[in-house]
């Protein structure tokens, strides 16, 4: 029995469809109106009744807000996983016993607490979950919230505030 040899249509020499049936079935896209959602259009005649159905299809939707404050979240296994990486890229400094992280230098603002820390770590970022920050605490570490400077408004600017505009 022989297994090496081919089969004779291998070359398709001849054939019409060359294995695809109808001359119609192995045209491009443009013979179906488009690949996928594609030629629906405003005024679409192709796809137009699954379009009644989705009344969200055309158009937008929502809002967002102006001062949305994006979070942007790393777990503490984060940097129990990547630490060696980390360091050969200089992203995180060895100081003595402790690991020194800046999180806004790698791009994030909170830390969260899912790890079992081995090592111990001198976080600093904006904000850290409750867990995150007692788990750094207990492996020895530090973590370092940075504050908001808010300008405080002396009292008596604010009375004179609201005297003129009661004048006015």
Wanted: net charge positive.
């Amino acid at each position: 029995m022989t297994f090496n040899k081919r089969k004779k249509n291998s070359r398709q020499r001849g054939s019409h469809t060359h294995g695809w049936g109808a001359m119609k079935k192995h045209r491009g896209a443009g013979s179906r109106g488009g690949r996928g959602m594609a030629g629906t259009g405003k005024k679409g005649d192709v796809k137009k009744p699954c379009i009644w159905k989705d009344t969200k299809y055309f158009g937008r939707y929502g809002f967002k807000k102006k001062y949305a404050k994006k979070v942007n979240a790393i777990n503490l296994s984060y940097f129990e996983k990547k630490l060696d990486r980390l360091l050969a890229d200089k992203l995180i400094v060895k100081e003595g016993d402790n690991y020194v992280i800046d999180a806004a230098k790698l791009g994030f603002n909170k830390i969260l607490g899912y790890a079992k820390l081995t090592k111990k770590f001198k976080i600093t970022a904006a904000s850290f979950s409750k867990d995150a920050a007692e788990k750094i605490k207990a492996a020895g570490g530090e973590a370092i919230e940075l504050k908001k400077v808010e300008k405080a408004v002396p009292k008596k600017e604010i009375k004179a505030k609201t005297e003129q505009t009661k004048e006015g």
